[in-house]
């Protein structure tokens, strides 16, 4: 069974950069069926995709977000990490990690939504 | 972007009713569109995909409906373990992924 875990620091100064990673475990963060995906989720507010990478190390970002964001992974380590930079009060929140999963077919791909998901690990921006 | 907008904001249904929750595209998104459930304290659940397809795992009771810009979850009977928050995600334009603002079940 695939389970993710997110984890990283739970409190960045104003201004720093956010660094989370996200431990795949069960199953191959290489396999070519998957994206991999963080999504954010403020206190009390509703979810917003922040980006998804490929085990190729191809990126897609929300373009609200992509002057700030880097996610990478290391497939070595089956991990896959978020940076946000010049964070500020806003960026509080719960930050997860999500397997996209798709299929590629002869009218195009096939996306089947985010599933499963980590807990969750709460950032809290503050001084 | 494609907008994603849910209504009611908060639906109170009594346990063994059933409930019904829609969401709306800005513009179509065929059927590339998924239900997640959420309770408080927990990560999102996928319920639903392609619209109508019900997720591994998810009981009959939970069914998806719709294509283009209107989508209707309905929930046929509610159990005391359904109240939570309900959000929809478009798949179909991306980047960006876009998810509605939620809709919240709770008791009558």
């Known amino acids: 069974q695939l389970q993710l875990q997110e984890s990283g620091p739970g409190l960045v100064k104003p201004s720093e950069t956010l660094s989370l990673t996200c431990t795949v475990s069960?199953?191959?963060?290489?396999?070519?069926?998957?994206?991999w995906g963080w999504i954010r989720q403020p206190p009390g507010k509703g979810l917003e995709w922040i980006g998804n990478?490929?085990?190729?190390?191809?990126?897609y970002y929300n373009p609200s977000l992509k002057s700030r964001v880097t996610i990478s992974v290391d497939t070595s380590k089956n991990q896959f990490s978020l940076k946000l930079s010049s964070v500020t009060a806003a960026d509080t929140a719960v930050y997860y990690c999500?397997?996209?999963?798709?299929?590629?077919?002869?009218?195009?791909?096939?996306?089947?939504?985010?599933?499963?998901w980590g807990q969750g690990t709460l950032v809290t921006v503050s001084s | 972007e494609i907008v994603m907008t849910q209504s009611p904001a908060t639906l109170s249904v009594s346990p063994g009713e059933r409930a019904t929750l829609s969401c709306r595209a800005s513009?179509?998104?065929?059927?590339?569109l998924a239900w997640y459930q959420q309770k408080p304290g927990q990560a999102p659940r996928l319920l639903i995909y392609?619209?109508?397809t019900r997720a591994t795992g998810i009981p009959a009771r939970f069914s998806g409906s719709g294509s283009g810009t209107e989508f209707t979850l309905t929930i046929s009977s509610l159990q005391s373990e359904d109240f939570a928050v309900y959000y929809c995600?478009?798949?179909?334009?991306?980047?960006?992924?876009?998810f509605g603002p939620g809709t919240k079940v709770d008791i009558k």
């Open positions: 999500a397997r996209d999963p798709f299929r590629v077919t002869l009218f195009g791909v096939e996306r089947f939504g985010f599933d499963p």
């Open positions: 069960g199953g191959s963060i290489s396999s070519s069926s998957y994206y």
């Open positions: 990478i490929y085990y190729s190390g191809s990126t």
């Open positions: 513009q179509s998104v065929s059927s590339n």
């Open positions: 392609g619209a109508s």
């Open positions: 995600q478009q798949y179909n334009n991306w980047p960006p992924l876009t």
